[in-house]
């Protein structure tokens, strides 16, 4: 999220945006952010939608001390003020710290310090008509907190983000898992990177247990999937529930189920069994996002349908009629999911995927490229010391060009091949290991 700069505009408010300290490479680095924004509307559809943001308030003021934020606070328009703190209005103030536990005895103190603002409503711990914090940054160094607060924020809160949404698609409780479903926290950022949204279709083509397409039909996305792994499409072979009795997976173990379960059946196109490197779909631009998490060759086997015969033969694309791309290379399976998704991603369509990584081997200018596609946002997630994913989002800017084929893609990023084909053989030497 971009800092937006305050601007004297008396129909604009700036708003404080509090992070949960989560994951915290897929944001701005501190857990603070002021905005400025029109509405208080624009602030509601921000949170409907963040899994990163705890809470956000409309700030009323801010200041390095106590008493600067007190002066700051009396320069608040009273008009503002005013819809919050009539006699009728019930409302509460909490006093809440970032990188410190304060004691009770303390909370007091900063109660009275406040007592001047003008709120004439009862208080009510409970359901108040209006929440207000007072925030307390104690800095930024989670191994010595400082001793007073660097800022302090007062607010009056507009809501919280959607991290209740953990829970309600947690892995635990989901009714069909595998050894490689997504985490749903990173699922979401995944839906939100591809701007999922009702009216759009949505595709993974290495879908696994369906956890991103989940994602995006909780955002009101069609989803439509494939894998090459049948028993996983059709709810056969193990299942990977630890309590399960069962060691097989039950025939309704499927990514249909747990759509059911979620209330979302209706968004669920299907799913299909089919090798990403085999053109079963006529190319046509019909996805509005692609979203996925290929495999890595780690957990999961890379596999390919193409034949050993077909592989030695060595023939053209033009001859096979499909990419004639062997999936057991890394760097393959990626700049195949570029290929494909220059041909079957509408124009501004969002391609959203994961690039595992040896740290000491990345670059920023060896993430790959596409004529097609320009790249919007680079996250990493760190997993072990030399070991993170990136999370790459492109946006597709121009229509499919028939001149870019795999061959001619290979030759344009040849440094992120081999930055690539090495990850599998780097990520298992010993310093890997967490
Ligand atoms: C990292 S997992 C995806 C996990 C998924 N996001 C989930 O939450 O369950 C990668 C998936 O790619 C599949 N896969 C491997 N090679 C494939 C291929 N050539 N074509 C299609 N799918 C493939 C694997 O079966 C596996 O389910």
């Given at each position: 999220m971009k800092k937006i700069m305050a601007d004297e505009n008396e129909e604009t408010s700036?708003?404080?945006?509090?992070?949960?300290?989560?994951?915290?490479?897929f944001r701005v680095p501190s857990p603070f952010l002021e905005i400025v924004l029109p509405l208080e509307d624009d602030a509601q559809k921000i949170l409907s939608r963040s899994l990163s943001i705890k809470s956000l308030y409309e700030l009323w003021g801010t200041g390095k001390t106590l008493a600067q934020l007190c002066e700051n606070l009396k320069k608040y328009p009273t008009r503002r003020m005013q819809p919050y703190c009539s006699k009728e209005a019930t409302f509460r103030i909490n006093v809440e710290t970032y990188n410190k536990k304060i004691p009770q005895s303390q909370r007091e103190h900063y109660y009275e310090a406040l007592s001047f603002l003008p709120f004439k409503g009862k208080v009510a711990l409970d359901n108040p008509e209006n929440q207000f914090s007072l925030v307390l940054d104690f800095g930024q160094d989670t191994n010595v907190a400082a001793e007073t607060p660097c800022r302090y924020y007062f607010g009056r809160l507009?809501?919280?983000?959607?991290?209740?949404?953990?829970?309600?698609?947690?892995?635990?409780?989901r009714y069909f898992i595998g050894n490689t479903s997504m985490d749903p926290l990173l699922s979401f950022f995944m839906a939100n990177q591809g701007q999922a949204r009702p009216g759009t279709l949505v595709f993974d083509p290495f879908v696994g247990t369906g956890s991103t397409l989940l994602s995006c039909g909780h955002f009101g996305s069609r989803v439509f999937g494939s894998d090459i792994d049948k028993n996983l499409i059709t709810g056969r072979g193990k299942s990977s529930r630890a309590s399960s009795k069962c060691k097989w997976r039950k025939r309704d173990e499927i990514i249909r189920t747990n759509f059911i379960n979620a209330g979302l059946e209706h968004l669920f196109v299907d799913v299909m069994v089919a090798d990403?490197?085999?053109?079963?779909?006529?190319?046509?631009?019909i996805f509005d996002a692609i979203i996925t998490d290929p495999p890595y060759g780690v957990r999961e086997g890379v596999r390919s349908q193409i034949s050993e015969k077909e592989l030695t033969e060595n023939r053209s694309e033009a001859e096979l009629g499909y990419p004639s791309i062997h999936l057991g290379r890394l760097s393959d399976i990626i700049l195949s999911l570029l290929h494909f998704s220059?041909?079957?991603?509408?124009?501004?369509?969002?391609?959203?995927?994961?690039?595992?990584?040896?740290?000491p081997s990345y670059s920023d200018s060896k993430v790959p490229h596409h004529p097609c596609f320009r790249l919007v946002a680079n996250s990493e997630q760190n997993l072990f010391t030399n070991i993170s994913r990136h999370l790459l989002t492109m946006e597709k800017t121009h229509e499919y060009n028939k001149s870019v084929t795999m061959d001619s893609l290979r030759d344009k990023n040849r440094e992120f091949e081999i930055m690539c084909d090495r990850f599998r053989e780097n990520y298992f030497t010993p310093s890997n290991s967490s």
């Open positions: 700036t708003f404080l945006v509090l992070f949960a300290q989560e994951h915290v490479d507009i809501g919280k983000g959607q991290r209740h949404l953990c829970q309600k698609y947690s892995l635990k409780d990403a490197s085999r053109q079963v779909l006529r190319p046509t631009p220059s041909q079957y991603l509408c124009l501004n369509g969002r391609l959203v995927f994961w690039l595992p990584v040896y740290k």
